[in-house]
């Protein structure tokens, strides 16, 4: 009885080690990255390539691409979902014009601070809302980067009145861009990697894009010299991968928690440098000759009032959108209370 209970116990053990083994096997995916890979949000791909082949021996290797190269940036979504590339790199608000609850992602206006919006993405509802919505594409999502809070653009005239805004043609991702279309701005969603051109070439009068390092590596400070803040447009952001459902349930379940680890490695990476490295990127664009300015408290105060307009809205037609503004809203105030007890004061 023993021993037949013995022989029973390794036999399991053999299967699952066999049948662990044979869903853990190597794999390579091709990644179609929305950003340049000589840029930081590119490296940032290229960094969790590095790590993931280092802590996996070799047996799961990502390959990016540049925009374009194999898949142009705002088709990544659909892409993926299709199974012609099996992974993408990018930011969800790319797609808010497939995936409506994306603008919710990235791109909010007047967003909860950053600490808040991350412990709703990877602890709160929020990365489950997101996911239950791209299921319907066949996509898995891990949140694998932090975006601080953007500045609010580079403009080539002086914002004092929010009648500056009319007739301005500018490039702003997401919903921000609807609420500048009240004020009678012209708006156009332009990829990371022809912003430049557009701005250089007067297809736009203004932009935003994204952070200072960025902004300027890019060189958006060789044509425009006033630099706005704060960034009322995006509150915080976050990069994702995105894996073909199919490949991801591929790779096995060591292989997956290997994704998930480098990522949550990757964004608290992020965390620690990227605010200290932003200012520095701001001092020498101020030494450079750009001019910091903030927006006139009026005008933020209307470009609030406008947003509220648009946010009702977006809560109207999209239902998908409410329920996830709902439950970030909910994790704010939530998490608000905590600090609101625990202030000490100045």
Known sequence: MIKRMLVTAVSSALISVCTSAAADTSAKLDVASAYSLRNIFGKGIENVARELDTISDGELKLKAYEPGEIVPPFEILNAVSSGSVAAGWSSISYFSGTLPIAKLYGALPFSPPANVVFSWTTAGEGRNLLQKSLDKYNVKVVPCSYLPQEPGGWFNKEINTVEDFKGLSMRISGLGAKVLNKFGASTQLVPGNEVYLALERGRVDAAEFSIPEVDSAVGLNEIAKNYYFPGWQQGAGWLALLINKAQWEKLGPTQQERIETVCRSNIQT???????????????????????????????????????????????????????????IDHENLVKNWYEMQYIGQ
């Open 270 to 328: 992020d965390f620690d440098v990227v605010i200290p490295n932003q200012m520095r990127a701001l001092e020498k664009l101020q030494s450079s000759g750009v001019s910091i300015k903030r927006f006139p408290e009026p005008v933020l105060s209307a470009l609030r009032e406008g947003w509220n307009e648009v946010l009702q809205e977006e809560m109207k037609t999209n239902p998908e959108f409410k329920e996830a503004y709902t439950s970030l």
